[in-house]
């Protein structure tokens, strides 16, 4: 499936040490490495994440989805001050982004790319690059080519059937993968959907956002929590409030159709919750608590 993504290039001597400086996620890693991580504000909040591909020692290519390129470029750009680096937009080879999940995935981009790359490592082919996603927990691969739709058509002629928006956003809902900025944005912390265990370095130094991740560290817990919920009927609106015994605690953030009903990210606040009494929506709707 074909999906709206921000691609980057950034290139010079001081590349390295300046994402290093940007990054939630350890990017001192050799060619080849590609981390996940986060761009975060002065106040710790989730700008973008993104995956940072080291393609030669001094050059990287930087994925995001669900950001366009204007807003990735603007975070970035805006901290280049005294560094020797260079920003580019993405070069034609990989402008295009693909993503293939489920049962035999692998296999395809096999076929198509010739290897499957293995956990934290991208491999590239003559025409593209590819590497793990975070859209299921199951086999799942972002292919970055010089046009999606072709890729799309190889797939399908690979065996691959064609995905939809709900299907992927229901696997990646189910799989309890926050989406950001649309799980967790601009007005809330990574820990608050679970981002800290994977998406961020405690090891690695300063970056921006550091401190406030490391407070939130030693301290060992959030107000807030995004949990997986199911429910009845048509999937409910962005912000849809979520209540408790009548009370509001908290909104829903995404969602998906899954056969006659949905599957969705809410965050919910943890203060006074409850976890034996039930949640519904605004209308009633009763809903259950997949993850969280």
């Known amino acids: 499936m074909e999906v709206a993504s921000a691609t980057l290039r950034i290139r010079g001597p001081d590349s390295n040490t300046f994402l290093q400086g940007q990054f939630t996620q350890d990017l001192r890693k050799p060619v080849g490495a590609v981390s996940y991580g986060l761009w975060l504000n002065q106040k710790g909040k989730c700008i973008a994440d993104s995956f940072v591909l080291r393609v030669a020692e001094e050059e990287f290519v930087v994925w995001a989805p669900r950001v366009e390129n204007t807003t990735l470029r603007q975070r970035i750009d805006e901290y280049i001050i005294a560094d020797d680096v260079e920003l580019l937009g993405a070069s034609a080879g990989v402008s295009g982004a693909t993503v293939i999940w489920g049962d035999g995935a692998a296999a395809v981009v096999a076929q198509r790319f010739g290897t499957v790359p293995e956990p934290g490592r991208f491999a590239?082919?003559?025409?593209?690059?590819?590497?793990?996603?975070?859209?299921?927990?199951?086999?799942?691969?972002?292919?970055?080519?010089?046009?999606a739709t072709v890729t799309v058509r190889e797939f399908e002629q690979a065996g691959a059937m064609r995905g939809t928006r709900d299907s992927l956003e229901a696997e990646r809902i189910v799989s309890a993968l926050p989406a950001v900025p649309d799980d967790i944005g601009l007005n809330d912390l990574p820990n608050e959907g679970g981002l800290d265990i994977d998406a961020i370095s405690y090891t690695k130094g300063c970056y921006l956002g550091q401190e406030v991740m490391s407070r939130l560290k030693n301290l060992g817990q959030v107000r807030r929590r995004l949990m997986v919920v199911a429910g009845s009927g048509a999937r409910p609106?962005?912000?849809a409030q979520v209540q408790q015994d009548g009370k509001a605690v908290g909104q829903i953030r995404s969602s998906a159709r899954v056969g006659d009903g949905f599957v969705a990210m809410a965050m919910i606040s943890l203060v006074n919750f409850n976890r034996t009494a039930p949640l519904a929506l605004e209308d009633g709707r009763p809903l259950e608590v997949r993850h969280g």
């Open 237 to 239: 609106a962005v912000l």
């Open 124 to 147: 590239q082919g003559t025409d593209g690059l590819v590497f793990g996603g975070r859209f299921s927990r199951g086999e799942n691969f972002v292919c970055l080519t010089a046009d």
